[in-house]
């Protein structure tokens, strides 16, 4: 059984039959009591604070004082409860949210500065509040092979790729979340904005309303006003959602979901222009698709941006175009591509693999797991004499194929030693670069590996 | 919880990390108890490290002194192919065959001598040892304390706290930390050590915080 106790500023509006919650008085302004209140050998605690004006950080306190992790309480917004369903189905996912949280190891935390938001807050120093923060996986992290989007995506310019690998800066961090959804391969995880967490919590909500609730996806620093048959679910950022983290809970049998930034004033980081595009794709999906089917399984909405979802929910005759992520499809022009694989060795999901032998070098091309990054587009030598191109579009033949050879090319072999040289096309365009009547160089090049010219 | 219970927190904590880190004495283990009862007056629990700390507490509170010494010598002083943990800065961060290791050592003197603090060269322990690193940032703890109370600027103390964080303390102990937490068949160090990485994490973001809100003041 979980402790559920609820700051009594306004329990008639909730006329809850006593026994099933505790109302506490004054739990937002005195956290510090859940000392006397909490039995000890409670071991899960779910608490309810108006949060417009509840001290987190205080509260935080009060429950680490108790022998919890403060991050893996269920706390719930009184504020975004509409009713009293609303709130039995706000219990349910505080309850559900305990279970599945993995925990924080040190370094893992982003220590927000102390909130101040009564009047003795502003004589004393009030306790920090703390929010997960990214930590990297380095077993699953491509970054030494070129790979850069959570540095990219990053709008604080916490994380940074430097020397093959990524390094973070949790004072420069804003734990919005943005590197977890945007990582193509799973490897930054946040225990604030882990999508075990969502999908736990949102199975919650959709089993306690007996399906007849919608889900509202809304940032951790912004007040909604609540709205009967509307869950108001938290995120750090609302920026960080994608076309999966959307199309999810309508997977998972919500009647309707949504997002909002920041509540007033627009998103603080700037992210309202992220959520829309997001909103424009994840229309365009539920456009084609009419409905979301029930789904099982909701692992493939991670750790991609959604590209397997999308596959999940559309019709199998479809062909929706994306303006940002989550699905690409990578095209290579024979006659500028030099076949010199960097593409393959920095894309991140494997999507582009280069097959190189004896006889020759064979790309192949899998939509499937295509995340469409752009980083194979960006790294191109030749992407001025367009030798790659990325549309951002389900084509849901294309899907149907699956992995494809989208370049070959013939690699000459060494005169002296048998191995390979270098791509024929690759020769060819070193020597329409080479100025002059510089044969003898060319010839070198051309017959010879890079170990054997010196020879 | 008020600025200069937090500072006193901190003096407090880093004090008793300096203990716990460096080798054994019986005071340590008498106290070792009450303190976390000590340090909650002064706000112990708004911090994320607390529950570490309570732990590595317990368990140092429990150990018998005679097995911690012997315990401390095995990880952090002896070992037939070398030390296995070597709690020095220089040992992360120098090269022992170019020299520099007497010039860290040398770097870590004359930045204590210039924030006014005074050596105790009857110490067993090297200057870059951790525990006396964390006995400096108590101390610079300490004076950031008694200027508060003497309502006195606080700026240049906290200056110094971030300067001797960032050029020593963070550029070698939490990796340090990291290590002898996951040592196995030493609870008592593996705790100790833990509850050092947690709280330096905490200082590493602390520390910019306070000195922010000094200058904004």
Redesign the interface.
Known sequence: MAAILLCADSPDRFDVPPGVVQWIPELCDRPRQLAEIVPEEETDLVVGVHRAHANLGNLQAAVRRLGFDPLGVGVLDLDAVPDLQGLNIAVAAARAWVSPYPGADAGRLKMLSPERKSRRDFLTVGAPRYVGAPGIDTELCVAANGCRMCATECPSGALTREGGRIAFDVNTCVACGICVTTCPTGATRNPSADFDSLETVVRAVVESAQGQVAIRYRCRESVVEPESGWYQLEVPCTGMLTVGWLLAPLGLGAVDVDAVPCGTGGCRLGNEERLAVTMEDFSAVLGRAGEVPPLEMVEPFYPSSGGAAVAAVLPHDSIVDFVSAPIGLVTIDETTCTACEMCATICPTDALISDPDAMGVRIEFDPRVCVACGQCVGTCPELSAGAIGLNRRFDAGEWALGARVVREEDVPVCEVCGGPVAPAAMLTRIQEMLTGDDTETMALISRRCVDCRGR | ???DG?SRLRQGVYRLLGAGTSHPTRELVAVAEATPLLL?EL?L????????LVDACGLIAQSDFELLAIEYVTLFEAGVTGIAYPAFESAYRADARTGQTAELVAEVRRTVLRYGLTLDEAKRDMIDHIGTELEIMAMLCRRESQRRREGKPTIKALMQQDEFLREHLLSWA?GYA?SVGRVEGHPVYSAIA?AL??F???E???V??LLA?ERSD
């Open positions: 919880m008020n600025p937090l909650d706000g629990f708004d911090f994320s490290y607390a529950a570490d939490p990291m833990k990485a947690a330096l994490e905490d590493r973001q602390l910019p915080l809100g």
